[in-house]
């Protein structure tokens, strides 16, 4: 199974963390046998367990310079009556996964800018609000997601399980999290929508 030769970046204590290629292929393995145990199969005809995982964290491991994720893992379950039911529905709920992630790094960003003195508590609450009334139309707004793994198990009543996991780019995720955000807003906080598109990752 070919992998990178590491993952390094700077966690919060300003630490360098290296994973290495060891590493993940110990993580992979773990989950991999977990999620077989329990009965999960990959769809015939597409990659291995093994890679579809290795995917995910090859995905999940990717940092920028300062020690940020450059990708969200969004993950789901669902049930249908068979594969492509429960995928629709599946990918609707990483969507929204994402944008829950998305949301909470968009917090930590104003709880720093607020710190900063860069946002007052008045304006991170408006900015709070209007996140919170956004999550809908910002799963709405999300573009197409990488897919990294998809697992089934057929249930006792004749139903199939999907597992999935996809990737979506950071960046991507917060920027259209600015945009609706923004829009939200409206006129009236005009100057309040210009100061959310100074916060950066």
Do not use: H
């Not at 590493?23 to 773990?30: C, F, H, S, T």
């Not at 950071?170 to 829009?183: M, N, P």
């Amino acid at each position: 199974m070919a992998l990178v030769c590491a993952f390094t970046w700077v966690s919060n204590s300003s630490a360098t963390v290296t994973v290495s290629e060891k590493q993940i292929a110990k993580e992979v393995k773990k989950e991999v046998k977990a999620l077989k145990k329990e009965g999960w199969k990959v769809l015939p005809g597409s990659l291995p367990f093994e890679r579809q995982m290795t995917d995910v964290y090859l995905k999940l491991y990717d940092r920028d310079e300062v020690g940020r994720t450059n990708f969200i893992i969004g993950t789901s379950q669902a049930v249908g009556q068979n594969i492509d039911a429960a995928r629709i529905q599946a990918q609707s709920l990483c969507k929204f996964d994402i944008v829950q992630q998305t949301s909470t790094q968009l917090t930590g960003l104003i709880e720093e800018n607020v710190a900063n003195k860069q946002l007052s508590p008045n304006e991170a609450v408006s900015i709070s609000d209007a996140l919170a009334k956004s999550k809908e139309l910002i799963s709405g707004k999300l573009g197409r997601t990488i897919p990294l793994l998809e697992c089934y198990k057929q249930l006792p009543n004749g139903n199939v399980q999907l597992l999935i996991r996809v990737g979506y780019s950071s960046d991507d995720a917060i920027t259209k999290a600015k945009e609706i955000i923004r829009e939200q807003m409206g006129e009236e906080l005009k100057d309040l929508g210009k100061k959310l598109d100074l916060l950066t990752k």
